[in-house]
């Protein structure tokens, strides 16, 4: 069972991060814990190219529940603060895409930390167009306002 009471995807046979967590693949270990897993990216784009995933199977945030992002998060936290504090970086890139066309290249979440060092020449944000869309349509279109509660949507239904 996951923290949040879910049940847990049982490990994806064909999901190379399942395999790590396995050990039935192997990695470059930098962090474990109960729920989390941090290795060296065999693919890296720089020096310590490290990915941080949940050690249950879930495609990406959509799929996760509450705790078990919020360990991904607290082991990205903790590897950053090392990276900065221990092992002579300036900085830490979070990346993680969240759906084919966001980029995501592996069915299983994780979480992108590039460690970064002031002047290294790398550009891990994309430079993008400017939107042309005015940020108070984006802004109606994308905010997130809490759910009313009962009484409340109960009220506005007799207040009609």
């Known amino acids: 069972m996951s923290l949040s ?5 049982a490990p994806q046979e064909d999901c190379p ?3 790590i967590v396995l050990e039935k693949a192997p990695c470059y270990k930098l962090y474990e814990d109960e729920y989390t897993l941090a290795f060296l990216d065999i693919a890296g784009d720089a020096e310590g190219h490290t ?3 949940p050690k249950t199977h879930v495609e990406n945030l959509l799929d996760c529940g509450e705790e ?8 990205v936290r903790l590897l950053t603060e090392h990276f900065v504090k221990h092992c002579g970086y300036d900085g830490v890139d979070l990346l993680g895409a969240n759906g084919k066309s966001a980029g995501q290249s592996v069915g299983h ?3 992108h930390l590039i460690p ?6 790398l550009q891990a944000w994309p430079k ?3 939107s042309l869309t005015p940020l108070e349509q984006v802004q109606r279109r994308l905010a997130l306002t ?10 506005r239904k007799e207040g009609s």
């Open 5 to 9: 009471g879910e049940q847990d995807a």
């Open 17 to 19: 991060f399942c395999q």
């Open 51 to 53: 990915l941080v995933i």
């Open 68 to 75: 078990t992002a919020l360990q991904v998060a607290g082991t």
């Open 109 to 111: 979440l994780h979480i």
């Open 116 to 121: 970064r060092r002031e002047g290294d020449g």
């Open 128 to 130: 993008l167009g400017r």
């Open 146 to 155: 809490p759910p009313a509660a009962p009484e409340q949507t109960a009220e």
